[in-house]
């Protein structure tokens, strides 16, 4: 998996509305009503979420999905691996439509000291079962006025199988097959092409 960070637009949001929010406490509803009311690509925040178990369930048997460890997972601030509850809720406190995809953003004080990625991967779960949209339309970001830092949740679950070989066809018409161990293998064309 992929954490780019970069500078973007949300960025100049967050540090121009921050400069007027004298109350700590106060900065993260502010900044989402700003971005609400200023940002073309901002269409909701504080967004309620909710993934059930049977969920899950359908993800890891259906889409082959890597979520939970034997019905396991681990939950923010907790070392040990659980049950999975019946029911994981959330609020997604920005969402934007951008370049044809779903930005879920997390705006987060000191984003270069967190690393929200379980949460954020938990909430395009949630979105995409409850939208029907599919996962692959999906980027997450955490950030402040400062730093920007997004992945693909689509790169944290997807389990890539191992039994499948890539094929690369040439112009020449001979096909090479990439196994695993990235070796490169030319099976020469077969003349009912």
């Given at each position: 998996?992929?954490?780019k960070?970069?500078?973007?637009?949300?960025?100049?949001?967050?540090?121009?509305?921050l400069?007027?929010?004298?109350?700590?406490?106060?900065?993260?509803e502010?900044?989402?009503?700003?971005?609400?009311?200023?940002?073309?690509?901002?269409?909701?925040?504080?967004?309620?979420?909710?993934?059930?178990?049977?969920?899950?369930?359908?993800?890891?048997?259906?889409?082959?999905?890597?979520i939970?460890?034997?019905?396991?997972?681990?939950?923010?601030?907790?070392?040990?691996?659980?049950?999975?509850?019946?029911?994981?809720?959330?609020?997604?406190?920005?969402?934007?439509?951008?370049?044809?995809?779903?930005h879920?953003?997390?705006y987060?004080?000191?984003?270069?000291?967190?690393?929200?990625?379980e949460q954020?991967?938990?909430?395009?779960?949630?979105?995409?079962r409850?939208?029907?949209?599919?996962?692959?339309?999906?980027?997450?970001?955490?950030?402040?006025?400062?730093?920007?830092?997004?992945?693909?949740?689509?790169?944290?679950?997807?389990?890539?199988?191992?039994?499948?070989?890539?094929?690369v066809?040439?112009?020449?018409?001979?096909?090479?097959?990439?196994?695993?161990?990235?070796?490169?293998?030319?099976?020469?064309?077969?003349?009912?092409?």
């Amino acid at each position: 998996m992929i954490v780019k960070s970069k500078f973007n637009y949300a960025n100049r949001l967050a540090a121009f509305a921050l400069q007027s929010i004298p109350d700590n406490k106060q900065r993260h509803e502010e900044i989402q009503r700003f971005m609400l009311a200023n940002d073309s690509c901002t269409v909701a925040t504080e967004v309620p979420v909710y993934i059930r178990k049977e969920d899950i369930e359908h993800m890891e048997n259906e889409l082959k999905f890597k979520i939970s460890n034997d019905g396991l997972i681990e939950l923010k601030g907790d070392k040990n691996l659980r049950k999975m509850p019946k029911l994981l809720t959330g609020h997604i406190d920005l969402v934007q439509i951008r370049n044809g995809q779903i930005h879920l953003l997390d705006y987060k004080p000191n984003a270069s000291k967190e690393k929200p990625i379980e949460q954020l991967t938990w909430y395009a779960l949630a979105m995409s079962r409850l939208t029907g949209l599919r996962l692959y339309n999906f980027v997450c970001a955490w950030f402040d006025e400062k730093d920007y830092y997004q992945f693909y949740p689509l790169h944290v679950v997807k389990k890539i199988s191992g039994n499948k070989k890539r094929r690369v066809y040439y112009r020449s018409g001979e096909v090479a097959t990439v196994s695993k161990e990235n070796e490169l293998k030319i099976i020469p064309r077969a003349n009912n092409y």
